[in-house]
């Protein structure tokens, strides 16, 4: 099973600010691999798939890169709504693993 | 607009059984697979199921498999998961997701029901 890793584990951040959050796979997954936000008490939705390709919807101030085992999630300007888990995910290999969560916060 | 609204969740004593269903609307449901992934209190996310657009193909958890059953109506474009010998640790919010593609191996999870919640307790 590959093993998502995500740092850091709390990003605490003011409005404006840049947001860059990790994600590092035990193996190569190639660019299969998916960003996903979750605000308190909602389902998680689609932010990054492919490793960079914006989901429909998706503000442009999300952006990822990334491939093989190191990614990366930056939000460039940070906005109070921004405030939420988010969980990278791989879907090269069954199981699809996630990893543990970045939560960001906005002073 | 893809909707899905997962029902079923509900409050079952361990060894018992629940049936979740997901209905969807909104896309032509044959053409994509769909899946279950769940959320324990306070923890992160777990993928459980995942079944082909033409229902011929089915996956499972290591954790689940032997105990859940995944399948598809086309007729009622309804996604079910029949869950048997419950156990505390299945206590979470399971969530309905359809795949990105027809098929559930390289696709991820593009759109996401609010989901439904089961609490194993006795």
């Known amino acids: 099973e590959i093993v998502l890793t995500q740092s850091p584990g709390t990003l605490t951040l003011s409005p404006g600010e840049r947001a860059t959050l990790s994600c590092r796979a035990s193996q190569s997954v190639g660019s299969y691999l998916a960003w996903y936000q979750q605000k308190p008490g909602q389902a998680p939705r689609l932010l990054i798939y492919?490793?960079?390709s914006g989901a429909t919807g998706i503000p442009d101030r999300f952006s990822g890169s990334g491939s093989g085992t190191d990614f990366t999630l930056t939000i460039s300007s940070l906005e109070p709504e921004d405030l939420a888990v988010y969980y990278c995910q791989q879907y090269d290999t069954t199981p699809f693993t996630f990893g543990p969560g970045t939560r960001v916060e906005v002073k | 607009e893809v909707q899905m609204l997962e029902s079923g969740g509900d409050l079952a004593q361990p060894g018992g059984s629940l049936r979740l269903s997901c209905a969807a609307s909104?896309?032509?449901?044959?053409?994509?697979?769909m899946g279950w992934v769940r959320q324990a209190p306070g923890k992160g996310l777990e993928w459980v199921s995942g079944i082909s657009g033409h229902g011929g193909s089915r996956d499972y958890a290591a954790s689940v498999k032997g105990r859940f059953t995944i399948s598809r109506d086309s007729s009622q474009n309804t996604l079910h998961l029949q869950i048997n010998n419950l156990r505390a640790e299945d206590t979470a919010m399971y969530y309905c997701?359809?795949?990105?593609?027809?098929?559930?191996?390289?696709?991820?999870?593009?759109?996401w029901g609010r989901g439904t919640r089961v609490t194993v307790s006795s």
């Open positions: 492919a490793a960079s």
């Open positions: 909104g896309f032509t449901f044959d053409n994509f697979a």
């Open positions: 997701v359809r795949y990105s593609g027809s098929y559930y191996l390289l696709a991820f999870w593009d759109y």
